[in-house]
């Protein structure tokens, strides 16, 4: 397996966690969720003269697929989502930038060029990453899972989980993925989320307040 570097960024007014994958073989990358204002994400990705094979996005909320277009046009590279949130990306009503106007100009983005679904391998950068489809806090929700490193987008926080009061989210859904999906991998598995710091898949299991098996 290839060596990845794992660089986060936080993006927007949101402070959103995004992900540069990096091959260090190769100098190859993935990115993972371009939230708002993505200019640090793009000067790292020029700085480095790193070639951008694709970008992964867990959901389609606006501090997540914010920077989606700009990434895309600069770097020209397609963009995977998973078919239950296709249309959110060109409908700033499903995305949420019309619900929140204060912070952005409705965002709307290009098709996606690639769906996601449950059980899907995906082949990039020199990179392996295994597709769960964890709905709940958005339909259309996923987590990517590569070796030990879980990307889980706003599923999964440290001690904490989504929000499952905006359309489409559903508590019974959200705490079913936990359960059902995420729990069942190994107890060192890092979870890098969607807000705020890393945490283990064994460590929420303990101590995780609201989905606690420990």
Known sequence: MAAMKIVPFVLGPIQTNGYLLVNEETNRAVVIDPGMNPKPLLNRIAQDSIQLDAILLTHAHLDHMGGVDEVRKACGCPVYIHDLE?????????????RWSHM??????????????EGMRLKLAGFEFRVLHTPGHSPGSVSFLHGKNLFSGDVLFRE????????????????????????????????YNGHGPKTTIGHEMAHNPYVRLG
């Open 86 to 98: 296709a249309d959110w990306l060109t409908d700033p009503a499903l995305n949420g930038s019309l």
């Open 104 to 117: 952005t100009p409705p965002l709307t983005t290009d098709p996606a060029e690639y769906a996601l679904e």
């Open 160 to 191: 904490s989980v989504g929000r499952t009061d905006l359309p489409g989210g559903r508590e019974a859904d959200l705490f079913n993925s936990i359960r059902g999906k995420l729990y069942r991998l190994d107890p060192d598995v890092t979870v």
